[in-house]
């Protein structure tokens, strides 16, 4: 067999290359769109916060989850259990959460003043029973997984004004969402503990 020469070999190397561009910018652009949510328009404008919208609503599922596992952990007759008589009881933490994840979505990514969702604070949260804190969990979270399905790349990128004053973004406010839920889940973890019952293992 006759040996190609150098010049030969870099200019069949190079023809390679440019056959095969076209294959990988095809591969590439299979590979984005299949990060995209079903349903959505495909146009380039949503395209990078429709990948945020879906790792948001990812986490919200998982929060859920998480929280749901850590309500079920607690018997009914220690959701009335704190630690010191200032601070939340058990179930009174279950329900801030159930509050605050779909109030807090309504007042600074929905703009509902007030929001539609009670919104008890100060320690004032109220429930029955065990069943009756699942359902708010299962209810608080359902709905911003619910209204997530519709938020956009445009709307993340809008301010809003928190409490404080402080100015953010709503991609923001999502975030700040999910990590006041998973403050008061660490606190009921740790509920749990000195109550005697083993949490249920860390979701991520």
């Not at 916060?49 to 989850?65: H, I, M, P, Y």
């Not at 008890?120 to 359902?142: I, M, P, R, T, Y």
Request: aromatic share 10%.
């Amino acid at each position: 067999m006759r040996l190609l020469s150098r010049r030969a070999l870099v200019k069949s190397s190079a023809l390679w290359a440019l056959a095969a561009w076209p294959a990988a910018l095809w591969s590439q652009q299979r590979a984005v769109q299949g990060s995209r949510i079903p349903g959505v328009q495909d146009d380039p404008g949503t395209r990078i916060n429709t990948t945020a919208v879906a790792d948001f609503l990812d986490e919200v599922r998982q929060s859920r989850a998480f929280t749901m596992e850590c309500a079920q952990a607690m018997p009914e007759n220690k959701y009335g259990f704190r630690p010191a008589q200032d601070i939340r009881s058990f179930g009174q933490q279950m329900v801030h959460i159930a509050e605050a994840v779909p109030g807090l979505f309504e007042l600074f990514i929905e703009g509902k003043t007030p929001p539609e969702h009670t919104f008890s604070e100060a320690g004032q949260e109220k429930f029955a029973s065990k069943a009756d804190v699942l359902a708010q969990l299962n209810g608080g979270f359902g709905y911003v997984e619910r209204a997530g399905l519709t938020l956009r790349n445009e709307a993340l990128e809008t301010t809003v004004k928190w409490f404080d004053g402080r100015i953010m973004t709503k991609r923001r406010m999502l975030r700040l969402i999910l990590d006041h839920a998973t403050h008061h889940r660490a606190q009921s973890i740790v509920y749990l503990r000195l109550s005697g019952f083993r949490p249920p293992p860390y979701r991520a």
